[in-house]
């Protein structure tokens, strides 16, 4: 009675339907997990410019004030210098564009992991969605199992008073109601935990939920799924950017090598102020300007160099056989998927015509029983059979729409702008242009609690 009461709280929820593409469009605008996966994305932006800083001049202003002292520790007056050093790197060895090389490599990776959380977000919705409408059909299908095993029982009950049947048959039919009963609570209990995945994934309780529409067409083979698969997949994207990466620090690693040419520019200023003698003021040096030219090449570095070079030697040969593993993987996910919708579509066939044969021939047994010719056992399995089978097509009906979306998750199709969802899409590159261009040390983001829709998408006005 509670889970029942539970499942009619939770149905009744004061709100508007809601349709599939309402639940990704929510689900794609503010899911917390790709909301943070966005915001990981931004973290690796900041690597270009992070880069670019090290061909940019960098300015040091310093100042001192020192106390001097004669020797007998009487006062010669106060010392004070200042002055402002600005270093303009002119070679470093290639160091510099590769890091960026490597930076914006980290960047198409993040973006490939962030179409990959979106894939799986949309597939969970779309999972938790047919769960919804599964459960709540299950549901359905076991109260009127129960209807129908009442009335059963009350017949067969009718029947053992007249003396038509015996206490058996009476017996037989109230354990088949309480089993049912015992289904419905169970069909319940499933409702009740779909509805919370469903809020979890998309951020509110399902309400009156529209059946599935036609679900997006699929590649014409598993073939074709698979050649779009390696070219699009997001985990082999990511592992091919990541081994790009690698192989710029190789060159970063390599440029320790190479020589290292900075210009330097100075200006300094001293003057000894509060002498004893009341002279007052005397300039030390006065302003000294002055420019030149460093230049360093590191002949001998205890073998730190060769070690670095072979660490990223080792690091790039890593990524290298981690795209084969996903390649590996993607041609495992594909292949199943595609596996997955033939199953689902031939459960769902044949789930269809077991019904038909079952609701025939549990139509059949129900009038040989009145007569005589059938046991009510017979009945209450032909009602059992044809539950199973109506179960068994709401099952092959969710399976179906999930393995589908699936399969297009695993070639990297089931994201918001391949399946049309009438959201704003979230544009990654808008960041990473914004922050290539700032070059002050004091341009900073505002408050990340203030501003969570930083994160977020938007939805198109309806």
Do not use: C
Request: glycine share 6%; proline share 5%.
């Amino acid at each position: 009675m509670k889970l029942k009461l539970m499942l009619l709280l939770s149905l009744a929820m004061p709100a508007s339907a809601d349709t599939l593409a309402d639940a990704l469009a929510s689900a794609y605008a503010s899911n917390p997990d790709l909301a943070a996966q966005r915001a990981v994305v931004r973290q690796v932006d900041e690597l270009v410019p992070q880069a670019i800083a090290a061909v940019r001049p960098a300015v040091t202003p310093s100042a001192s004030l020192q106390q001097v002292m004669g020797p007998s520790f009487q006062n010669e007056g106060r010392l004070f210098s200042g002055g402002v050093t600005i270093s303009q790197p002119l070679f470093r060895g290639g160091r510099t564009w590769s890091s960026i090389e490597a930076g914006e490599q980290r960047i198409f990776a993040a973006r490939a992991r962030l179409r990959l959380v979106e894939n799986s977000v949309l597939v969970n919705t779309l999972t938790a969605y047919a769960d919804v409408l599964r459960t709540a059909e299950i549901v359905k299908l076991n109260e009127n199992q129960v209807r129908v095993l009442e009335q059963q029982l009350r017949a067969s009950r009718d029947r053992f008073e007249v003396g038509d049947l015996t206490r058996t048959d009476v017996a037989q039919s109230e354990a088949r109601l309480a089993n049912a009963n015992s289904n419905l609570i169970a069909a319940q209990g499933a409702a009740i935990a779909a509805q919370q995945a469903y809020q979890r994934v998309v951020g509110r309780p399902p309400v009156d939920l529209a059946p599935i529409p036609p679900l997006p067409p699929l590649p014409a083979s598993a073939a074709e799924a698979l050649a779009l698969a390696r070219d699009s997949a997001p985990t082999l994207l990511a592992a091919r950017f990541d081994e790009g990466a690698a192989k710029a620090d190789v060159r970063t690693a390599r440029g320790q090598w190479l020589p290292t040419v900075t210009l330097n520019a100075t200006g300094t200023y001293q003057e000894l102020t509060g002498l004893p003698n009341g002279v007052g003021t005397r300039v030390v040096d006065g302003f000294a300007p002055g420019v030149g030219v460093t230049a360093s090449i590191p002949l001998y570095s205890g073998g730190l160099t060769g070690s670095a070079v072979r660490q990223a030697q080792a690091r790039q040969s890593q990524l290298l056989e981690l795209i084969a593993s996903a390649d590996r993987a993607v041609v495992e996910a594909v292949n199943n998927g595609w596996a997955g919708v033939e199953t689902a579509r031939a459960t769902q066939v044949s789930a269809k015509s077991a019904i038909a044969a079952n609701a025939l021939a549990a139509e059949g047994v129900r009038q040989e029983n009145s007569v005589g010719s059938r046991t009510i056992l017979e009945v209450l399995n032909a009602e059992q059979e044809l539950l199973n089978s109506r179960v068994t097509l709401a099952q092959a009906d969710r399976d179906v729409a999930v393995a589908t979306y699936t399969l297009l998750a695993s070639i990297g199709r089931a994201e918001a702008i391949a399946l049309g969802l009438p959201v704003e899409a979230y544009d990654v590159a808008v960041n990473a242009k914004r922050v290539r261009g700032i070059i002050s040390d004091w341009n900073v983001d505002p408050d990340p609690r203030r501003t969570p829709e930083r994160n977020h998408a938007k939805k198109k006005a309806q």
